[in-house]
């Protein structure tokens, strides 16, 4: 198989994965990118000089789309504060808890308590991708 054809399948295939898995146009760039290295691989010799151009070629796609991204801030907690433990957050350490159907990492806004795995917790806050919980116990006594 020549490099050509095989930039021209990567190409197509990378195009034809975000059609089927949306990546804000993360891997339809890499497949045009791969195309235009297929359509200048007959001048490029040698596949790491063609890889190279691949790399030029992705940055200035990325570059030129990224207006048409939009700009997404992360959510904010919702009105749902529930969650439940899914391992155990010892003190000071973090854990993983079930929130809005997904899992995350946690920690306890107390830094004395120990919470058990399955027990149901109340998000208080939020700091990057750790929640901060509190036992719902604590709450309700």
């Known amino acids: 198989m020549s490099l050509t054809v095989l930039w021209i399948v990567i190409g197509v295939a990378l195009c034809l994965m975000e059609l089927m898995i949306p990546s ?6 890499l497949g045009v990118s791969a195309l235009g290295v297929a359509l200048l691989s007959p001048v490029v010799p040698g596949f790491g000089g063609q890889v190279g151009l691949w790399m030029l070629f992705s940055l200035l796609v990325f570059w030129a789309l990224r207006r048409f991204v939009p700009n997404q ?69």
């Open 73 to 141: 801030t992360p959510p904010a907690l919702r009105d749902s504060t529930e969650a439940r433990t899914l391992t155990s957050i010892l003190p000071g350490q973090t854990g993983r808890v079930i929130y809005e159907g997904n899992s995350w990492q946690a920690r306890c806004s107390d830094g004395q308590a120990a919470i058990a795995p399955n027990q149901a917790v109340v998000v208080v806050g939020r700091q990057g991708n750790t929640l901060i919980v509190l036992p719902d116990s604590v709450l309700q006594g």
């Open 24 to 29: 804000a146009f993360l891997e339809s760039a």
